[in-house]
């Protein structure tokens, strides 16, 4: 992978965020894929998992945006930074992000981790 492999990746994963279209979200993902919101998680397993998972914890349309970059990248390893923004009733919150990032030979995520801390 290189650092415009995985930049085109977080845009397709932006989109496919935005949309909650099954299949754009289904494409990010290996079918082994095992995906973690925090470090300490046990993984959700499988690309028909996380895709399940997305659709069932969505967020309201129009109330988030997001931007991230490849901050390095190894071989199939990346981390990528950035910021996820909701708008909402509970108030405005930013929070700042890492992705811990491994693909497959097809450019599909394998091993997905998220680090997030909510700015003040």
Same mark, same amino acid.
């Given at each position: 992978? %290189?650092?415009d492999d995985? =930049?085109?990746?977080l845009a397709?994963?932006?989109?496919?965020?935005?949309?909650?279209?099954p299949?754009?979200? &289904?494409?990010?993902?290996s079918?082994q894929?095992? #995906?973690?919101? @925090?470090?300490? $998680?046990?993984p !959700?397993?499988g690309r $028909?998992? !996380?895709v399940?998972d997305?659709?069932? =914890?969505?967020d309201?349309?129009n *109330? #988030?945006e997001?931007?991230?970059t490849?901050?390095?990248?190894d /071989?199939? @390893?990346?981390a990528a %930074? /950035? %910021?996820s923004? #909701?708008? &909402?009733? &509970? /108030? =405005?919150? *930013?929070? @700042? =992000? !890492?992705?811990?990032l491994?693909? $497959? /030979?097809? &450019?599909?995520?394998?091993e997905?981790?998220?680090?997030f801390?909510?700015? @003040?």
């Amino acid at each position: 992978m %290189t650092r415009d492999d995985v =930049n085109r990746w977080l845009a397709r994963y932006v989109e496919a965020w935005k949309s909650y279209d099954p299949a754009a979200i &289904g494409d990010l993902f290996s079918e082994q894929v095992e #995906y973690r919101y @925090h470090p300490w $998680d046990e993984p !959700v397993s499988g690309r $028909d998992a !996380v895709v399940s998972d997305w659709l069932a =914890n969505r967020d309201e349309p129009n *109330t #988030y945006e997001a931007q991230y970059t490849a901050f390095a990248v190894d /071989g199939d @390893h990346a981390a990528a %930074t /950035g %910021t996820s923004s #909701y708008q &909402g009733a &509970g /108030g =405005n919150k *930013t929070y @700042h =992000n !890492v992705f811990l990032l491994t693909f $497959d /030979g097809d &450019g599909r995520c394998r091993e997905f981790t998220e680090i997030f801390i909510e700015q @003040h």
